[in-house]
């Protein structure tokens, strides 16, 4: 089934050749009628599945249908969607922008995220526009300002929503739905839906059709996943030479914080390698330029935090190293999910040091998986596996809250 049976018009289709998109997705060809149809949705699909064109491309046919009937002076936002991260944001913007190319009347998009001037932000918005695209903390900025009018608001989409609990997304919905016409079509797109999820979903939506794609061939499955034993103090060498040994044309390497980013980069670079961090503490413009420097191939490894684990859409990444591991069980589907995109296959390579041989067994537990662990010659692993001891109960009030710390991350 291709994409000219999904009720788009003529438009959409020529913008989907023209971004060599063939085939819709399992979630696009469900997603897609029910969304024109004006149903409230309710999706989880896995990363890498096409929920971004989901939702982008049916409401810009409803945003194209009302047009040709309407003749407005000046642009009202009627669509506000809400991404967790900066680089996400951008992304569905342009997709927006791509996708419409070939309209006459084409929507107006305004990109509300931090790091960025809000002042120019501000005025693009009392221009007029169509289209919001927006992280929560920015949004919520703008809205405490009394400079946006929301009274117009056809439709409000959540993506990647369950990442937006981790930043105490919960307590501030109350104020947006305040600001919002009670109705409206509401479209939330997430990985995972656990209960505090579902209490968000409640309260935007009670009519929402579930769209839970179980039976789609995971993205992982394209993905040649392996564990290697090293010693922490051997894992940068150890990475020198896996990359002399394998023709991997881009790596993205995932690490603890953003320090650690910095240093091995600047460390690579010594040894004649093309490389880059990528993290929290770069200027937006700095972030933009180094992910597009990695998307056209004049970066060869990315060195990144957590921000990067999600939403990005580079479709040549060769492999995925879990330099550190991730914290959260689930980060690791979305790390690893940057490689193997497009129906490519992708390496993705895990470091176990002593200290980690408990959480990489959850990590296994709780995405169904089970890797042999390897050892290379010449790096293999000494010394006795540690076990985790449990500290002390925290003292109430005497420590930050998950909250404040996740915000000081600026993930």
Request: charged share 30%.
């Amino acid at each position: 089934m291709g994409f000219s049976t999904l009720g788009l018009c003529e438009s959409i289709n020529k913008a989907l050749d023209e971004n060599a998109y063939k085939e819709p997705t399992i979630i696009q060809t469900r997603v897609i009628p029910l969304v024109l149809q004006n149903r409230d949705i309710m999706a989880k699909a896995q990363t890498g599945s096409g929920k971004t064109a989901s939702f982008v491309l049916p409401i810009l046919q409803l945003f194209f249908n009302k047009e040709d009937k309407e003749h407005k002076s000046k642009a009202k936002i009627s669509i506000l969607v809400l991404t967790p991260t900066r680089e996400l944001a951008l992304q569905v913007s342009k997709a927006f922008i791509d996708f419409s190319v070939n309209f006459t009347k084409k929507p107006i998009v305004v990109s509300v995220i931090g790091g960025e001037s809000l002042t120019q932000q501000l005025l693009d918005i009392q221009k007029g526009c169509d289209i919001v695209v927006a992280t929560t903390g920015r949004l919520l900025d703008i809205l405490n300002k009394k400079q946006m009018n929301l009274s117009n608001l056809e439709f409000l989409v959540l993506d990647e929503a369950d990442k937006m609990l981790d930043f105490g997304f919960e307590e501030e919905l109350e104020l947006l739905l305040k600001e919002i016409p009670q109705k409206r079509q509401n479209l939330l797109f997430s990985a995972t839906y656990p209960q505090k999820m579902l209490n968000i979903a409640s309260k935007i939506t009670t009519q929402a059709v579930e769209v839970f794609i179980e039976d789609e061939t995971p993205t992982v499955q394209s993905i040649n996943q392996r564990a290697i034993e090293v010693n922490k103090e051997n894992r940068s060498p150890l990475l020198r030479n896996l990359i002399q040994n394998h023709s991997w044309e881009q790596i993205l390497v995932f690490m603890a914080n953003k320090r650690s980013c910095d240093n091995i980069a600047a460390k690579f670079r010594k040894y004649g390698l093309n490389a880059e961090s990528f993290h929290a503490d770069l200027t937006q413009d700095e972030r933009n330029e180094t992910l597009q420097d990695f998307k056209d191939k004049r970066i060869k490894i990315l060195f990144a935090t957590d921000i990067a684990a999600r939403g990005l859409h580079i479709d040549d990444i060769s492999c995925v190293i879990n330099f550190d591991l991730p914290r959260a069980t689930a980060d690791y589907i979305h790390r690893i999910g940057r490689t193997g995109r497009a129906g490519k296959s992708g390496d993705a390579i895990s470091f176990i040091g002593l200290e980690d041989f408990e959480h990489f067994s959850l990590i296994e537990k709780r995405c169904n998986i089970k890797l042999k662990k390897e050892q290379i010659e010449g790096f293999e692993l000494t010394g006795t596996p540690v076990k985790k001891q449990k500290g002390k109960e925290p003292v109430k009030g005497k420590r930050k809250s998950k909250k404040d710390k996740l915000r000081e991350q600026s993930l």
